[in-house]
C-alpha cells in the first residue's frame, strides 16, 4: 500500500513558477514509477510528466515539454514537478500517481496509487 500526497498548488500569475510535491509513504517507493497528471474542469485527466523508479527516464506530454521538469527523491520518498512559464491553460487539479514498474506510463488506468489532488490556478 502506497499513500500519495501532493502539496505546493496554489494561485500564480502568468508566466510564473509553482513547484509540486508528492510524498509517499512506505519503504518501497523507490520500486514505484511516478506519474503527474492534470484535470480540468469539465476535461478527462491527462498525463503531464512521469520518471521511472531510479529517476533515469522521463516522460513528458508535448504541452508542457521544455517548461515542467520531473524529479525525484527516493530517499525522501517525494517526487516533484517543477513548472515554470506557466500559462492560464495549465490551471487544473494535480495529482500524482504510483505504479509498480520500472517505468511511467501515459495511461491514468495503469497506475496503482493516486494522490488527493492539488489545485493550480495560472491567472492571465
Known amino acids: 500500500q502506497v499513500q500519495l500526497v501532493e502539496s505546493g498548488g496554489g494561485l500564480v500569475q502568468a508566466g510564473g513558477s509553482l513547484r509540486l510535491s508528492c510524498a509517499a509513504s512506505?519503504?518501497?517507493?523507490?520500486?514505484?514509477?511516478m506519474g503527474w497528471f492534470r484535470q480540468a474542469p469539465g476535461k478527462e485527466r491527462e498525463f503531464v510528466a512521469g520518471?521511472?523508479?531510479?529517476?533515469?527516464?522521463?516522460y513528458y506530454a508535448d504541452s508542457v515539454k521544455g517548461r515542467f521538469t520531473i524529479s525525484r527523491d527516493n530517499a525522501k520518498n517525494t517526487v516533484y514537478l517543477q513548472m515554470n512559464s506557466l500559462k492560464p491553460e495549465d490551471t487544473a487539479v494535480y495529482y500524482c500517481?504510483?505504479?509498480?514498474?520500472?517505468?511511467?506510463?501515459?495511461?491514468?488506468?495503469?497506475?496503482?496509487?493516486w494522490g488527493q489532488g492539488t489545485q493550480v490556478t495560472v491567472s492571465s
Open positions: 500517481a504510483a505504479r509498480g514498474t520500472a517505468l511511467p506510463s501515459y495511461q491514468p488506468h495503469e497506475y496503482d496509487y
Open positions: 520518471i521511472s523508479w531510479r529517476g533515469g527516464t522521463t
Open positions: 512506505g519503504r518501497t517507493f523507490s520500486r514505484y514509477a
